[in-house]
């Protein structure tokens, strides 16, 4: 029987780590590679394409017994003005030239009017979970579309991560669970166990409320994301949070819970809640949940506003986590994704 391929989640140990290099992101690259504990491989893109700075949505990295493998793009073919072909062949010639024991496959042709749901960000696995020892899969579903069809096909081949915990990211606007969800470790600092049920790791979830919570008691006048674009005021924000698409969000996210809690195994205790705000899809805080997670290292969006870095502090940090908020208003949340969506991270099964 063929060894199967094996999707890594973010709690496996990470080898190396992967970015766009341009003008833009010049300054992000230089402080990832600064506070990085591993290798990280920035590659040059074209001037001509210097928009596309998508890492994460280049590559899909997992394993086959031993040998690390990449998933090749699926963003080549799409009708509606992107051009996305050129940063998914460059990619493929990287990694064939500098990293020649990765094994590169292809899995399928880019279809066309799919747009963003194709795209990696919207690939992601969980740690192990009853019943998934090596994980379970996670994708997101956007009203009538799914992650790419030949894609899911070659998963369900593996067998072992299947079948998927299908979310409803129907009410983002590019719709990719990296949006939604991720996992972080927890108790590095020996964070003690509640009557020892709670795993070794959280679920990371964007939570409307805890936004709202930490602009309680603020003066409404008060200016927030200051020389930003998109500077606005605590009363906004405020009124942001209370208004019909947050909570049409918020039964959203209630119902990922529920799936979460019954597909995972998992029990509220394990999810952590995070501050977001979501504006026609869109993340308005950096959203924090796409975060980059390096072992016991989190690079996080700074929310670029004191009162959500020090909620995002103290909960990160009291799971034994060193936090390090990197400003990527620019080029990435401006250009409608985060720190997760601009990085890749090749890792091998812990």
């Known amino acids: 029987m063929e060894t199967p391929f094996l999707l890594c989640s973010s709690l496996d140990p990470v080898e190396a780590l992967f970015v766009i290099e341009t003008l833009r992101t010049k300054t992000f690259v230089a402080e990832l590679i600064r506070l990085a504990s591993v290798p990280v491989h920035a590659l040059a893109n074209d001037p001509a394409h210097a928009s596309d700075i998508w890492m994460q949505d280049t590559v899909e990295f997992g394993v086959r017994g031993d040998r690390p493998v990449a998933l090749l793009g699926l963003r080549d073919k799409h009708d509606q003005g992107l051009v996305c072909g050129p940063l998914d062949r460059l990619v493929e010639r990287y990694l064939q030239e500098k990293l020649p024991h ?69 009410w983002l606007t590019i719709g990719h669970v990296d949006e939604v969800i991720n996992f972080v470790p927890a108790g590095a600092r020996g964070e003690k166990k509640e009557k020892g049920e709670r795993k070794g790791w959280r679920v990371l979830l964007p939570c409307p409320e805890s936004a709202a919570s930490a602009l309680s008691g603020l003066s409404d006048d008060q200016p ?25 969000i918020r039964a959203a996210l209630k119902v990922t819970r529920e799936q979460l809690r019954a597909e995972l195994g998992i029990e509220d205790s394990d999810i952590l809640p995070l501050p977001a705000l979501f504006e026609d899809g869109l993340a308005v805080i950096p959203n924090p949940v796409n975060s980059l997670v390096v072992g016991t290292q989190v690079f996080v969006p700074d929310p670029c506003f004191t009162p959500f870095r020090h909620q995002l502090a103290s909960k990160l940090s009291e799971l034994g986590l060193a936090v390090h908020f990197l400003d990527i208003w620019e080029p990435y949340h401006t250009a409608s994704g985060e720190l997760h969506c601009g990085t890749n991270a090749l890792r091998r099964r812990a």
């Open 102 to 170: 990765i094994e590169c496959v292809r899995v399928g042709d880019a279809l066309p009017k799919r747009r963003w749901i194709d795209w990696y960000g919207n690939l992601e696995v969980s740690p192990p979970v009853p019943g998934f020892p090596h994980g379970r899969i996670l994708t997101g579903r956007q009203k009538e579309l799914s992650f790419h069809p030949e894609a899911l096909a070659f998963l369900a081949k593996q067998k072992v991560q299947w079948p998927p915990v299908f979310v409803d990211v129907s």
């Open 224 to 248: 927030i994301f200051v020389g930003k674009p998109g500077e606005t005021t605590v009363g906004k924000l405020k009124a942001l949070a209370q208004n019909a698409e947050q909570l049409r």
